[in-house]
């Protein structure tokens, strides 16, 4: 059966929408490779460096450190229309 959509664009239930993602079997190389590579040991010479270095004011450590620790902040977008009526706002991929 082919994709079919209704008006707001979203599958109808019981479409069998599109073929999908093909497999990530680049990706999955590249993934094994580094896990090979470095070891649990690297990886934390590697955090502790990053730690001092942000520590010290390195603005890249610091926002790599945070990202991995604490995530990246939650974004807030409002939509409006022409006369400034606002439509909906999304935070957090969710919608108000």
């Known amino acids: 059966m082919a994709a079919v959509r209704g008006k707001d664009g979203k599958f109808i239930k019981g479409s069998g929408g599109g073929p999908g993602r093909p497999p990530k079997k680049r990706e999955e190389r590249y993934l094994d490779i580094l896990i090979s590579k470095v070891t649990f040991a690297d990886w934390e010479k590697i955090v ?13 450590a610091r926002k790599w450190l945070s990202d991995y620790l604490v995530g990246q902040p939650p974004q807030k977008h409002e939509l409006s229309t ?15």
């Not at 502790?48 to 890249?60: E, L, S, T």
């Not at 400034?84 to 108000?96: A, M, N, S, W, Y």
């Open 82 to 96: 022409k006369d400034d009526k606002p439509i909906f706002i999304v935070k957090d991929g969710t919608e108000d």
């Open 48 to 60: 502790q460096k990053a730690a001092k270095q942000a520590a010290a004011g390195n603005a890249v």
